[in-house]
């Protein structure tokens, strides 16, 4: 068995006298598509920051496995408009060659757009930059911090199966913090529910069933999408029949 790419264990962490994770323990894995989701201020940033190791846990263990690569997609990245760059130019900025970036822009879509200035994209044209420069080096393991933010519905799908297309070519784990339960439940293999404290976790379809994420999200945040095939008791693909989801989530078995 592949051993996993981080392990948190029992992870603790304060601000001011407040404690913002409880006891947080979390497995990331090769070939895994995990999103952490969780009510504003439950502290999925701080989670995020310790993954990436920019910040230290007060206590628990946060454990990396030896080739650990990450590649980090921001929600946000304010560029001077009046600064003179190139979407090639941008990638080229962490210090890889022409080469590199041309061929993270074709992964993702917009090979088309290396000579266009930065500040002319669009949001889901820079979204997709932004992705194109987090795997630049190839990571193992890809965090994607609101991935889809400014970007519509139909830009929302497509960028969800480019991040699970990108996890199955690069073999790499995902992390995806999110808000958007909606769409995002259909692009994810385990879903973790944070407020403070790891609310519930595992498959989407359980964990929009567990009475910790309906206090918080409430019936409304249920989703639904349409399924060809059903999933047995580990998610497995059994069969293809063409059935489709409910409103208490797609039709598992």
Not at 37 to 43: D, Q, V
Not at 75 to 99: E, G, M, V, W, Y
Not at 135 to 145: C, E, G
């Amino acid at each position: 068995m592949t051993e996993p790419l981080m392990v948190l264990s029992e992870v603790n962490k304060h601000f001011d006298g407040q404690q913002i994770l409880q006891n947080i323990s979390l497995q990331l894995k090769q070939g895994e598509i995990t999103t952490l989701i969780g009510p504003n201020g439950a502290g999925k940033s701080t989670l995020v920051r310790i993954i990436l190791g920019l910040l230290a846990p007060d206590s628990g263990s946060v454990r990396p496995a030896a080739n650990l690569r990450i590649g980090y997609m921001p929600q946000k990245l304010h560029i001077d408009p009046t600064l003179p760059i190139s979407t090639c130019r941008f990638l080229q900025l962490a210090n890889t060659s022409h080469q590199a970036c041309h061929g993270a822009l074709e992964s993702v879509g917009i090979g088309h757009l290396a000579s266009t200035p930065i500040q002319n994209l669009s949001g889901g044209e820079m979204q997709r930059a932004l992705l194109a420069r987090a795997i630049l080096r190839k990571p193992n393991l890809l965090v994607l911090d609101e991935p889809v933010q400014g970007v519509d519905v139909n830009g929302q799908n497509a960028l969800y199966k480019m991040i699970g297309d990108l996890s199955k070519e690069l073999n790499c784990a995902v992390l995806m913090v999110s808000h958007d339960l909606h769409i995002v439940m259909s692009a994810t293999d385990q879903v973790v529910c944070l407020n403070h404290h790891i609310c519930c976790h595992g498959r989407p379809e359980q964990v929009t069933q567990d009475p910790e994420y309906l206090s918080i999200f409430g019936q409304t945040a249920i989703y639904a999408h349409d399924h060809d095939h059903h999933h047995g008791m580990h998610g497995e693909i059994v069969e293809a029949n063409g059935a489709h989801g409910s409103g208490e989530g797609c039709d598992h078995d």
